[in-house]
């Protein structure tokens, strides 16, 4: 394990979007997508998946200096074409338009197709928290989850996001895919020689099983309820409900048609839209009471909830998004976490790219790198 | 079993919301409400109501009478207080103002407050589909669900519907509790006297139980997800989604709060907000893209998930809302099966009401009673 300074690993983020041709702007903005991930505690969808975007961009996937433009638009909505480029720069820029909208006339929603990976839905979502709006932010993602009665991989983890600010409490922050279990999770386990419950994934022919390779090998992770008589159904749904939204609804692809995220595999041919879809939105809280009333009922409703009557003495009820925000505080003190494997991946990328590697002595950086 | 033919029991349902005082246009609505969730075979949130919902008008927590109102607003949001009107009265009525804020804006959104139970979520959000619109509609309910880590009983089991149009398909229609199990479903296994899965529901000392009687002697239902290996943080995340939409951003009540269903049951004291909420909202689908083409990769998207590879030859993969839509057509033409419980139940509301009963013989009424 290595631990890092925030600003040592935001200025080598910085430099590899800078290496592959993003703007100044836009790798900064990536940047911030991806150490708030890291801050987070969500190492999944940080720093992590840096060699992963350009692997994509070079197999000409992705495309580093993007013209995002609406191409559809009222004064509430709009659909935003992200011309290929990072999720992580065209959910930013959708998102502003959604805010502005909301300033304008209460509500913002906009839906983003021809976009990839936008790293986790709660930094999009968080950015109308800092304006005193509720933030909503969902994405499809490459198929691996099999809907309620198939054997077939026709969803991705499709993640959904509310946030809520709240008074003297951090933002209640709801960032959850809909599947039973991340993808990631199965992995662990498999490095680990350790099953997995039953109810995360099928085998390839459509059982239930506890073989963390069961997805690597041609199975399907579960919706969020496992089974049918779990509600299953549910999670499915929720799921669908994504890809509508994301994909459907701006003329992104959908189900089983979404771009794979990883470069070694190909998208699927006659692809019905363009690239992968998000959809993101605002609501101005003082558009329904007054921000200080709903601040200080957000605080009732979290102190209510943090002092429930416990299962185990040991383990208080969690608030959604206060192991973030702790994780956040203690990794801006203390440095950002880098296990070993993501570590020699960054080191490799920086030889790649002819960039100054990350462990560089005497580096200083600014903020924004 | 008796069957009944819609117009019979359109207008019973109607004769008792006249008894209790509504208006004529207050019965129409509320009947058709509860009439949809019988012809959709949502039997549990139908006329096996009725005499509930009486009960309450009975104890003086329902008024027959409500004037609704707007009383916070910008272009596109809204804050209703339903007067402590029916639910069923009130949520259309917000939806509607919903629904004309996205016909000049793109999109509306209602938050409502100071209301009571509002039938099936799915009525309220598809009356945005019959505009072309994308409908949501949430409420939050009586405390039975127990936040992951926890014993106690602080959300109600607070749907999410999300209602799509579609081509030459039906609409699709997401609505769902956001708990593992309805609390009907345990008490049909308990009349069997049947054991539950496991991840139903917690014993009042909060170990996982089989027993049916659980949640009835001061157990909790647990959330979608059902532990926290399978993900109930989710469930817990996405209810409290609900709740804080419903009940903080309104200014009804929320969490432990929330006032019961049940006249034998008291509302707690100290109420921070007024009976409880929903929050509804409508897109127009042309604020984002063509109707038309929206409607072909529906279609396409319907169709892909229709087709899907099947664990088992026999059940085919279920689009959401494809069954209650079938039901539709099916108790359209003969009729509405009503359990003998229900049946009886309902003569002895007439008895009590002093209107004629449902069996009565030559019977004529009109399309709303």
Redesign the interface.
């Known amino acids: 394990m290595n631990i890092l300074p925030e600003e040592r690993l935001r200025a080598f983020t910085h430099r590899v979007f800078k290496a592959i041709g993003c703007s100044d702007a836009d790798a900064s903005l990536a940047t911030d997508v991806l150490i708030t991930a890291d801050l987070r505690g969500v190492d999944s969808h940080g720093v992590a998946r840096l060699s992963g975007y350009v692997r994509l961009w070079e197999n000409g996937r992705l495309n580093a200096a993007p013209k995002p433009r609406i191409v ?8 935003v074409d992200g011309d290929g480029g990072l999720g992580l720069v065209v959910a930013p820029y959708a998102m502003e338009i959604a805010i502005e909208k909301a300033k ?4 913002g ?1 906009v ?1 983003i197709r021809n976009s990839n990976h936008f790293g986790i839905a709660g930094y999009h979502a968080l950015k109308a928290v800092a304006q005193d709006m ?1 933030g909503y932010a969902v994405t499809n993602a490459s198929p691996l989850v ?7 991989r ?1 969803l991705g983890t499709n993640p ?1 996001c ?1 946030a ?1 600010p709240a008074g003297k409490y951090p933002p ?1 922050v ?1 960032d ?6 991340a993808n990631g999770k199965l992995e662990v386990a498999g490095r680990a020689g350790k099953p997995i ?1 039953e ?2 994934a ?1 085998s390839p022919d ?1 059982r239930t099983t506890t073989d963390a390779a069961a997805v690597k090998n041609g199975g399907a992770l579960l919706p ?3 089974d049918r ?3 299953s ?6 799921s ?2 994504v ?3 994301s994909g ?4 992104a692809n ?3 048609w979404v771009p794979p995220f990883v470069a070694y595999l190909q998208p699927v041919a006659d692809q ?2 363009h690239g992968i879809g998000h959809f993101v939105g605002a ?3 003082d ?3 007054p921000v200080a ?2 601040k200080a ?2 605080d ?2 979290i102190a ?2 943090k002092g ?5 003495e040991q ?4 608030i ?1 998004g206060e192991p973030e925000y702790e994780a956040t505080h203690t990794n801006r003190v203390n440095g950002i976490p880098l296990v070993e494997a993501v570590w020699a991946d960054l080191q490799q990328l920086a030889a790649k790219l002819e960039i100054a590697p990350l462990a560089m002595e005497g580096e200083h950086t600014t903020g924004n790198g």
Request: proline share 8%; no cysteine.
């Open positions: 559809h638009e009222t004064p509430t909505t709009a659909t304008h006339y209460g509500s929603w839906a509720i099999a809907p309620t009665f198939s054997t077939e026709l959904i509310y809520f209640v709801v959850m895919a809909t599947s039973a279990a419950p109810g995360w099928l459509g969020l309820g496992s008589a779990h509600g159904h549910k999670g499915y749904g929720l669908a409900t890809d509508i939204l459907v609804l701006s003329g959908y189900g089983p019905p839209g609501m101005r809280v558009g329904f009471r009333d709903f009922h957000m009732q409703w209510r909830f429930a009557k416990r299962v185990n383990q208080p009820v969690i959604p």
